[in-house]
């Protein structure tokens, strides 16, 4: 079963950059025509996808935090990371990894890390 893992900071100051990686276990980033992608859920709203790194290393983001964020991948530790930059308050969230397959004519997240939760604050 694929395992994925967040790890970073937990605390970051106004207008700093988010730093967080997702190590995969029991899976390759790099097969299965997968992609590999951050979300994240702030308190009390729903979750938003934030970005993914498809297994030929391809990028896509979020129309609305595309000014923002970049997400890169390092093969030979099987993990991807995501850097958001210019953190408000309103970035505070939990954010998560996951890997999305393709089901028929849908995407779906099949398996997620656990999540790490974010604040951002002075």
């Known amino acids: 079963q694929v395992q994925l893992r967040e790890s970073g900071p937990g605390l970051v100051k106004p207008s700093q950059i988010l730093s967080l990686t997702c190590t995969v276990s029991?899976?390759?980033?790099?097969?299965?025509?997968?992609?590999w992608t951050w979300i994240r859920q702030a308190p009390g709203k729903g979750l938003e996808w934030m970005g993914s790194?498809?297994?030929?290393?391809?990028?896509y983001y979020s129309p609305s935090l595309k000014t923002r964020t970049s997400i890169s991948r390092d093969t030979s530790k099987n993990q991807f990371s995501l850097q958001l930059s210019s953190m408000t308050p309103e970035d505070t969230a939990t954010y998560y990894c996951a890997r999305v397959v393709q089901q028929h004519a849908d995407y779906v997240a099949d398996y997620w890390g656990k999540g790490t939760q974010v604040t951002v604050s002075s």
């Open positions: 029991n899976g390759s980033i790099t097969t299965g025509k997968s992609a």
């Open positions: 790194i498809a297994f030929d290393g391809s990028t």
